[in-house]
């Protein structure tokens, strides 16, 4: 079983149990966001958590261990985005990835922004104009070194 296949199945059985993603991070002791990322192939899960993610939606053995695996990170397609969501963030990196560049260095200097000690906290903000998402991302900062 590919871990492509794995995730298919995750999201397969997560619709048929009727289960949210935030759900499905209790399970993880994770947040919803992490958790997100893990079952659909993005992050390894421990053992432990494999099991419970295992137990709750059914997974086969072979699926358990696929979940432990490290994975291949960035693994979506490297062409533009067609999904209309995923498309708006690759627009927004487009149109404000200089912008987030100039003021992180202005604020910080010469590095990154981590997405390996990073988390992220999706949340509704209720607007009577139209609910709105709320995205907070929290990344280490990362120095460039000379040598």
């Known amino acids: 079983m590919t871990r492509d296949e794995v995730t298919e199945l995750i999201i397969t059985r997560k619709v048929s149990k009727k289960l949210t993603w935030a759900q499905l991070a209790e399970a993880t002791g994770q947040s919803k966001e992490w958790t997100t990322a893990a079952l659909l192939g993005q992050m390894t899960l421990s053992a432990e958590q494999a099991a419970k993610v295992g137990a709750r939606l059914e997974l086969p053995a072979e699926a358990v261990e696929q979940l432990q695996v490290v994975p291949y990170k960035g693994s979506l397609p490297t062409a533009i985005p067609t999904d209309p969501l995923i498309y708006r963030f690759y627009e927004l990196v487009n149109v404000y990835g200089s912008t987030f560049k100039a003021l992180i260095h202005e604020e ?40």
């Open 108 to 147: 910080f200097g010469d590095g990154i922004m981590s997405a390996i000690d990073f988390k992220m906290d999706l949340k509704r903000e209720v607007d009577p104009n139209g609910d709105r998402v709320n995205i907070v991302m929290s990344g280490k900062f990362l120095p460039y070194k000379s040598y």
